[in-house]
């Protein structure tokens, strides 16, 4: 909310996950068979399926609708007391064809944080106000300012008058000033930050309280922590994965090896 409407083609790794035609959570390319969203955009059994490559929601003519295969939500998600390891990811039933409007975005590598004070960019179809009921139709794009830890728990306190710490590890806040928030809708959508011409997928839109209220922070998932875990599922789900990891690493290393023995 508090965006703008985003121009058609600028965020190709974006998609929305649907359940019908029923937009519920944005979502992230990250390989042509492979999107990223939050654990808590999948809660049952149901059929989902992305839509990419067009800023309108509703618009189907230019975008591709892929059924999901599979659902791989992280094991220790959690609602209560917050969402936590709110991260999963859908196999789709078939490759999808890169074009300049669908295009991947890159996952950081482990243990990857990214720094306070870094602008990045949310962006969803999510409510433009807290009231609203039914998502926006044009692709909305908000800028975001990465807050350390303890300021965020320190705003979260404030807010909810407490003690704790609701900021934990594998969670990372935005903040850009009253009306500039995620919100519903927004969820499983990313934060992404640009470094030296590369786009990286910092966050997953997570959860907040109400939407875009003055003083209260945005919370993403902090991807870099589940790089691993994100690495592992896409591995073993892709069966053909050791023979051909295998293979190209016996024809990489065996030459090399008779090479260093000369
Ligand atoms: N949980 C929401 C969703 O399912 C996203 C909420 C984000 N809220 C916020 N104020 N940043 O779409």
């Keep these: 909310m508090g965006g703008v409407?985003?121009?058609e083609g600028k965020w190709p790794w974006q998609v929305s996950v649907r359940i019908g035609r029923r937009h519920i959570c944005g979502g992230t390319l990250v390989t042509n068979t492979w999107v990223l969203t939050a654990a808590h955009c999948i809660l049952r059994r149901f059929q989902y399926s992305v839509k990419m490559g067009d800023r309108s929601i509703y618009n189907e003519n230019t975008s591709v609708v892929v059924p999901v295969q599979r659902t791989f939500v992280?094991?220790?998600?959690?609602?209560?007391?917050?969402?936590?390891?709110?991260?999963?990811?859908?196999?789709?039933q078939h490759r999808v064809n890169f074009t300049v409007n669908i295009q991947p975005i890159c996952i950081p590598?482990?243990?990857?944080?990214?720094?306070?004070?870094?602008?990045?960019?949310?962006?969803?179809?999510?409510?433009t106000q807290e009231g609203e009921e039914s998502p926006t139709e044009i692709l909305q794009e908000v800028d975001q300012y990465i807050l350390h830890h303890e300021e965020c728990n320190k705003k979260m306190q404030k807010i909810m008058s407490s003690t704790k710490d609701v900021i934990i590890?594998?969670?990372?806040?935005?903040?850009?000033?009253?009306?500039?928030?995620?919100?519903?809708?927004?969820?499983?959508?990313?934060?992404?930050?640009?470094?030296n011409d590369?786009?990286?997928?910092?966050?997953?839109?997570?959860?907040?309280?109400?939407?875009?209220?003055?003083?209260?922070?945005?919370?993403y998932t902090e991807i870099g922590i589940y790089s691993k875990w994100l690495i592992a599922v896409v591995n073993q789900a892709t069966c053909l994965y050791p023979a051909v990891f295998l293979s190209v690493l016996l024809h990489l290393v065996l030459p090399l090896g008779i090479l260093v023995a000369l």
């Design 169 to 195: 590890k594998g969670m990372v806040c935005g903040y850009k000033g009253q009306g500039k928030d995620s919100c519903q809708g927004d969820s499983g959508g990313p934060l992404a930050c640009e470094y």
């Design 5 to 7: 409407n985003a121009e």
């Design 109 to 127: 590598r482990e243990n990857f944080r990214v720094e306070a004070r870094t602008r990045c960019w949310m962006t969803g179809w999510g409510k």
């Design 198 to 219: 590369t786009w990286v997928q910092a966050g997953i839109v997570s959860w907040g309280i109400g939407c875009g209220r003055r003083g209260v922070p945005g919370v």
């Design 74 to 92: 992280h094991p220790k998600d959690s609602a209560a007391p917050t969402v936590q390891n709110d991260v999963a990811l859908l196999q789709l």
